[in-house]
């Protein structure tokens, strides 16, 4: 489990294919002490994507992850280079403070950053909202972008946007992204299950249309 609150930016290492390409092997340097009392196994949110810790050396920081393929397929984890700079979370634990909203990890899929919006204050972030999704992104809702924990601004037709403020743009790497850039969006779990329990309903009385 997660709570969508950024610790910080990681860096890719080194990208390992397997000879039959069913998956990746990522290597990851974090910041000093960001893997304090880590274990073989952990869960760690890499860009919103809940990954499995399978080598970690607490010393220089750096972890390794296993990728799938259907993970490298659904996210933007397929895109990244050795340099490229992600987000991350370790997993929550208990009595932690939920600052944001409960994430699992789990991504429904890579969406398109379409417009950058910049103000003296604060960054708004329109992305294309992809018709499947369109039901769960509501206004003043929650969606995680890159494990980000965010509030929906204003939902149009086939966007939505996002507001960010300085301190989201310090920690995470939402201010070095620009148009055409692959976000990872996971969608709450509580509007989803609203939403579809709604949507049956509906249905088994014909109500609708």
């Known amino acids: 489990m997660f709570t969508g609150i950024v ?18 092997s990522l290597a990851v340097k974090f910041p000093d002490n960001a893997l304090d009392r880590v274990t073989k196994g952990a869960s760690i ?8 810790v399978t080598k970690f050396d607490t010393q220089t920081s750096h972890a390794s992850f296993d990728v799938i393929l259907e ?29 944001g909203h ?10 398109e950053l379409i417009d950058v919006l910049k103000t003296p204050s604060n960054v708004t972030l329109v992305f294309k909202l992809p018709r499947e999704a369109k039901a769960y992104v509501l206004t003043k809702g ?6 980000c924990s965010l509030t929906v601004g204003e939902v149009d037709d086939d966007r939505f946007n996002v507001h960010l403020i300085p301190e989201t743009l310090d920690v995470t ?7 055409g850039a692959k976000v990872n969006l996971e969608l709450d779990a509580s509007t989803q299950a609203i939403v579809d329990t709604v949507q049956r309903v509906l249905e088994n009385r014909n109500i609708n249309n």
């Open 7 to 24: 610790q910080g930016q990681a860096t890719i290492l080194s990208v390992t294919d397997t000879p039959d390409q069913s998956f990746r």
């Open 45 to 52: 949110a890499l860009n919103g994507t809940c990954l499995t």
């Open 71 to 99: 993970t490298l397929n659904k996210t933007n984890l397929g895109e990244l280079k050795v340099g490229d700079n992600l987000n991350f979370e370790r997993a929550a634990r208990y009595g932690d403070e939920i600052g």
């Open 102 to 111: 409960i994430m699992s990890g789990h991504v429904f899929g890579a969406i």
């Open 142 to 147: 929650f969606v995680g972008l890159n494990g």
């Open 173 to 179: 790497t939402f201010g070095m992204l620009s148009n």
